[in-house]
């Protein structure tokens, strides 16, 4: 059930819904993909029944087969859209509960018109006298008496109420049930009255002790598939299953106990990881529950660019161990690392030359993927003593942490989706640089950042002399051309920290960020010189391009950086007045002499 709940959310299977398409081929890669890894194959199937909304389990036949499934109602736009069952092999689950109870289990498929058919084998006593038994007690819960074992016969029912199989349920019975002959032969109604007494104890007890626990523990268990989807949604108080005892029927209490507390932190973690904003808070989340949660200390977590060509790490832990790492070999070609390219995880404690890119002969190595929509997204780089050891608890362990990458990956990749798609907004495409929206952001930021210093900021405020012009002379496409150049130029005569953006049009606004007094005038001039001493060429002919300039600087002009853009251009129409090709650096008269002050906005 939990399976299905996860696929319900899952965002390609409900895009797939969503659009009428065939989801079998798709749900056929989920089962391959959760059959490696569990105990058992699943089958993964998309139905459309019922109307009910709720989760809710089953058992059905399947061909000559018996299938225990779990269904998720698949709800897009307030409407139910069908149910997501998540079935496996009803003799899967047979194997796995026989090796956990250390009790032998037989499995019967039952056919009114067939008659009984043998799934799981009976290691109790002769098949046709089981048989005989079972038919005996067909439509009832009974004590089967054979050679030397009781057995426990369950009739297993459809939802529809019909018989459609038997679980059978074997355990030692004591040395003095069954009498030698002669003593029976010799005592025949002592005898008699003492099996008949010990026959009713042992109903009796077996009710008692047995049958009865087993009824209340598979109605715990009914209940715990009827509500583990709302479950998981909210904090499991205590334990799920109530366990008295230390048989071993509390003992599989305690671990079915264990797994909802691991499933219910595991929904937690998914709840938080979805309200953070950033995939960077997702990053550092997930580094925290490694370090406090599962006791790694060395591990670097390296995020895969949306283009799928570089690599970067995103949390190291400690930050000196990134030397120790491959980084420096995969960084610019992720294709060379192994986990990248197939998608599974990859060590050194089975087969030391598992990758060629680490040679650090004292330290093993375990590096797991971050894989969600056909593709690895991220890999967790750990270092390992080289005395460790994989043992029974690390892999429990190793399991655990990959369930938290399979929950984190797919919010990982919206949330780098929507970064992406602000990135997008905030850039002008023909130019690459920033655009004004920017600025809603990022004034406040540096503005405190610059006053924190207390250093300086130049404001340049850049105009191309006669576009219009241009544009009716040449045309729309050679002005694009001239304004994609100019704002190369700019770029060039900027250090990398500080910022162009394309104002508007033809307009550019540059932040220099922490500059000496006077020098933001030096640096507008020479931006000027350059562009007006390039070429620009159409059609054979040459035209001339030249810039004017307005400058000023915060927090020499004022206290409110939103207040020394509007400075600068000030400035910027002060050049234009004076004809235009020229610098000039910000007056308080401007603010006289110029009606512009108060008519633009910034």
């Given at each position: ?5 996860n ?19 798709y ?99 002769v ?44 355990t030692?019975?004591p ?22 007494l ?22 715990q ?105 491959c ?75 990959e ?5 984190a ?71 694009d ?80 950086l ?41």
């Amino acid at each position: 059930m939990y399976l299905a709940n996860n696929l319900v959310r899952d965002p390609r299977f409900l895009e797939i819904i969503s659009q009428g398409n065939d989801p079998s081929s798709y749900l056929r890669q989920q089962s391959v993909l959760l059959s490696r890894e569990a105990l058992f194959p699943y089958l993964i199937t998309f139905r459309s029944f019922g109307e009910d909304t709720e989760a809710f389990w089953q058992l059905e036949r399947y061909g000559n087969d018996l299938l225990i499934s779990g269904a998720s109602p698949v709800i897009q736009d307030e409407k139910l859209r069908g149910f997501l069952v998540v079935s496996c092999r009803l003799k899967d689950v047979i194997h796995h509960l026989e090796h956990l109870a250390r009790v032998p289990i037989g499995l019967f498929l039952y056919d009114p018109e067939e008659g009984l058919r043998m799934l799981k084998e009976v290691p109790l006593a002769v098949e046709k006298k089981l048989r005989r038994e079972i038919e005996r007690f067909l439509r009832e819960e009974g004590v089967v008496q054979m050679d030397h074992h009781i057995a426990l016969v369950f009739p297993l029912r459809d939802v529809k109420g019909q018989v459609i199989g038997f679980f059978v349920r074997g355990t030692f019975s004591p040395p003095f049930y069954f009498s030698p002959f002669n003593l029976l032969k010799n005592n025949i109604f002592p005898m008699a009255l003492f099996f008949g007494l010990a026959l009713m104890g042992a109903i009796f007890f077996t009710r008692l002790y047995l049958s009865e626990p087993l009824r209340k523990f598979n109605e715990q268990l009914k209940e715990i598939s009827r509500v583990i989807g709302k479950r998981l949604r909210q904090p499991v108080e205590g334990s799920v299953l109530k366990v008295s005892g230390d048989d071993e029927l509390a003992n599989l209490a305690r671990t079915i106990n264990e797994l909802v507390r691991e499933l219910d932190e595991l929904a937690s973690f998914r709840q938080a990881i979805e309200t953070d904003e950033t995939p960077q808070e997702i990053y550092s989340r997930l580094a925290r529950v490694i370090k406090k949660k599962f006791d790694f200390s060395n591990f670097v977590i390296f995020e895969v660019s949306n283009n799928q060509n570089r690599v970067e790490p995103v949390v190291v832990e400690p930050p000196c161990l990134l030397e120790e790492s491959c980084y420096q070999e995969i960084e610019g070609r992720p294709t060379l690392c192994r986990v990248f390219r197939q998608a599974v995880k990859a060590s050194s404690l089975h087969f030391t030359e598992t990758c060629e890119y680490f040679r650090d002969p004292d330290l093993n190595y375990l590096c797991l993927p971050l894989y969600t929509g056909g593709h690895v997204i991220g890999i967790i780089h750990f270092l390992l003593p080289i005395t460790f050891r994989l043992e029974e608890k690390y892999r429990t362990i190793l399991n655990r942490i990959e369930a938290y990458l399979q929950e984190a990956a797919p919010v990982l990749e919206a949330k780098r989706f929507a970064q992406s798609l602000r990135e997008i907004s905030l850039r002008d495409t023909l130019t690459g640089l920033y655009n004004r929206r920017i600025l809603d952001d990022l004034v406040p930021q540096v503005a405190a950042g610059v006053a924190r210093r207390g250093s300086i900021m130049g404001v340049l405020m850049i105009d191309i002399d006669h576009f219009k012009v241009i544009n009716d002379t040449y045309g729309h496409s050679f002005g694009d051309r001239i304004i994609k150049s100019v704002a190369s130029m700019i770029q060039d005569e900027l250090r990398t920290s500080d910022l162009a953006i394309r104002f508007g049009g033809e307009e550019f606004l540059c932040l220099l960020v922490d500059v000496e007094p006077g020098m933001s005038l030096s640096v507008a001039e020479r931006i000027r010189q350059k562009i007006e001493s390039n070429s620009f060429v159409y059609e054979g002919r040459i035209a001339v391009v030249t810039v004017s300039i307005g400058v000023a600087e915060f927090p020499i002009d004022d206290r409110n950086l939103w207040n020394v853009i509007t400075f600068a251009d000030l400035a910027l129409y002060q050049a234009k007045r004076q004809g235009r090709n020229q610098t000039v650096r910000f007056e308080r008269e401007f603010l006289v002499e110029n009606p512009r002050a108060s008519r633009r906005k910034v």
